[in-house]
């Protein structure tokens, strides 16, 4: 079990929604903040990687948080806002037998 004091980072956790949908059929969309947690993030070394020519800065991290029926409902379509970055969530981990921890892999400078 994390000691409450590890959970040190404000996240906010962000959902895609359909908006209004203009004269021609287009929908627009957009995030809409769907809730915040405390949360303990510890960012891996960055890397870079080459992709069509251009140099790309990937960072993933990996988040956790304390589990309860908000945390339980976040999946990868989702993403969070953390220390002033947006991160795409790629995972979502179950830590423990008892569900009192979840973990999140997160990759920031690609698409969310």
């Known amino acids: 079990m994390?000691?409450?004091g590890a959970f040190r980072e404000r996240a906010v956790f962000?959902?895609?929604?359909d908006g209004a949908v203009d004269d021609y059929g287009n929908t627009y969309t957009g995030w809409k903040s769907i809730g915040t947690r405390w949360a303990d993030i510890k960012e891996r070394t960055g890397r870079e990687a080459i992709s069509g020519g251009a140099l790309a800065d990937e960072i993933m991290a990996t988040m956790r948080c304390r589990s309860d029926s908000f945390t339980g409902t976040i999946t990868s379509a989702d993403r969070v806002v953390a220390r002033g970055k947006t991160w795409a969530i790629k995972?979502?981990?179950?830590v423990d037998?008892?569900?009192?921890?979840?973990?999140?892999?997160?990759?920031?400078?690609?698409?969310?």
């Not at 962000?14 to 929604?17: C, F, I, N, S, T």
């Open 2 to 4: 994390a000691k409450a």
């Open 97 to 112: 037998a008892k569900d009192t921890m979840i973990e999140y892999l997160l990759q920031s400078g690609v698409a969310t």
């Open 91 to 94: 995972n979502v981990i179950q």
């Open 14 to 17: 962000q959902r895609l929604v």
